[in-house]
């Protein structure tokens, strides 16, 4: 019994060790690593793209969700609408309608805000935890994909 338990370790120990020699002879070479081809202590210029510049008001269509409980993407420039702050929010003044929820909208009329976003919805109060939009909500840009999304619309 005791012979076996003592083989058992000495192959234990054996089988431990010979990958990681054979591991540690591997590199991978820098220009592999991550989505760009470029040396990892290379200092790129960002590729540089341009927001929508619609006009609040104006954008027809709404942009696609990523996947179903995502928040909407901001379809129309906010470059005159940030910084937002407690005191000085744009978004508010459009968005907050919650006499719109559930209403069929038409071109030009805002997307109000949903029920999650009020403490009393007939009363048009906003939760204040809401404040700043942008933290989840974001403009959109044409931009090129890195990554091929694999997402797949659930039905």
């Known amino acids: 019994m005791r012979k ?28 592999s690593l991550g989505l760009s081809k470029t040396s990892v202590f290379d200092d790129p210029s960002p590729a ?16 696609e969700r ?23 929010n744009l978004c508010r003044d459009c968005h907050v309608q919650p006499g719109l929820i559930g209403q069929k909208l038409t071109l030009g009329m805002p997307v109000p805000a949903p029920v999650s976003h009020y403490t009393d919805v007939k009363a048009g109060d906003l939760y204040m935890g809401r404040w700043n939009c942008v933290q989840c909500h974001a403009p959109q840009a044409k931009v090129n994909v890195l990554v091929k999304s694999t997402f797949k619309k659930s039905k």
């Not at 076996?4 to 220009?31: C, K, N």
């Not at 793209?49 to 709404?62: C, H, I, N, T």
């Not at 928040?71 to 005159?80: E, G, N, Q, R, Y």
């Open 66 to 88: 990523s996947y179903m409980t995502a928040p909407p993407m901001i379809p129309h420039t906010i470059v005159d609408m940030v910084p937002i702050t407690l005191e000085a």
């Open 48 to 63: 540089v793209f341009e927001y929508d510049k619609a006009d609040a008001g104006s954008v027809g269509k709404r942009s």
């Open 4 to 31: 076996s338990v003592l083989l058992g370790l000495v192959l234990a120990a054996i089988s431990f060790t010979v990958p990681v020699g054979a591991v540690q002879d591997q590199e991978i070479p820098e220009d």
